[in-house]
């Protein structure tokens, strides 16, 4: 389950990430709202958790195939035949 919510996750961003800079979903992608955070451990926010997810799934130099259709399916083709990161951070495959 978690692999399936990594990948999905990461399918999208590549998608934002492609689109024009004018388009809706690319300006909120990156909106600062000026509001401040709550003290204590600050909670992930969803650039977050795809920076994590990129670089468990695609190692160093993930961001530059965002660009490259063909290259950004490759790697998560790779993710998805071969779910490594589920192992490689202790957890167990749901």
Same mark, same amino acid.
Request: charged share 30%; net charge positive.
């Given at each position: 389950?978690? %692999?399936? $919510?990594?990948?999905?996750?990461?399918?999208?961003?590549?998608?934002?990430?492609?689109?024009?800079?004018?388009? $809706?979903?690319?300006? $909120?992608?990156? $909106?600062?709202?000026?509001?401040?955070?709550?003290?204590?451990?600050?909670?992930?926010? #969803?650039?977050? %958790?795809?920076? %994590?997810?990129?670089?468990?799934?695609?190692?160093?130099? #993930?961001?530059?195939?965002?660009?490259?259709?063909?290259? #950004?399916?490759?790697?998560?083709?790779? /993710?998805?035949?071969?779910?490594?990161? /589920?192992? /490689?951070?202790?957890?167990?495959? %749901?």
């Amino acid at each position: 389950m978690t %692999e399936t $919510i990594r990948l999905n996750r990461l399918r999208w961003f590549g998608h934002v990430q492609r689109m024009e800079e004018n388009r $809706i979903p690319t300006r $909120i992608s990156y $909106i600062n709202l000026g509001t401040t955070r709550l003290s204590g451990r600050p909670r992930n926010r #969803w650039q977050d %958790e795809v920076r %994590e997810d990129g670089r468990t799934v695609g190692g160093a130099g #993930w961001q530059e195939k965002v660009h490259n259709r063909g290259e #950004w399916k490759k790697l998560l083709r790779t /993710a998805r035949n071969c779910p490594h990161s /589920a192992h /490689a951070n202790g957890m167990k495959k %749901e």
